[in-house]
């Protein structure tokens, strides 16, 4: 069963950090550059950022750059993003995706995960 699962949102303060880990199973996940994605209700889903296949590219969202990283374990067949110094404005679902391109859009993405929720308090 081809998936992707997300894990480790959650409540945390203002200037804390949270880890979010996103596993997948199903297909070569060594084949595809991964993304990270956050909506908020009522509003689009917004680019957070990108690692390749390798883990040697990444690139961010100017709103996160500096604060979050992302990173990958292809033997683990997970890609993490660790977020520091989160602000209230970070409070979204987080999804992390699959694509044969690394881009920041959306579109390119053929697999998506279920979503995790992070709720940053002020």
């Known amino acids: 069963q081809v998936q992707l699962v997300e894990s480790g949102g959650g409540l945390v303060q203002a200037g804390g950090s949270l880890r979010l880990s996103c596993e997948a199973s199903?297909?070569?996940?060594?084949?595809?550059?991964m993304g990270w994605f956050r909506q908020v209700p009522g509003k689009e889903r917004e680019f957070v950022g990108t690692i390749s296949k390798s883990g040697g590219d990444t690139y961010y969202a100017d709103s996160v750059k500096g604060r979050f990283t992302i990173s990958r374990d292809n033997a683990k067949k997970t890609v993490y993003l660790q977020m520091n110094s989160l602000k209230p404005e970070d409070t979204a679902v987080y999804y992390c995706?699959?694509?044969?391109?690394?881009?920041?859009?959306?579109?390119?993405?053929?697999?998506w995960g279920q979503g995790t929720q992070v709720t940053v308090s002020s």
């Open positions: 995706a699959a694509a044969l391109n690394n881009s920041p859009n959306p579109i390119l993405y053929s697999l």
């Open positions: 199903g297909f070569t996940f060594s084949y595809y550059h």
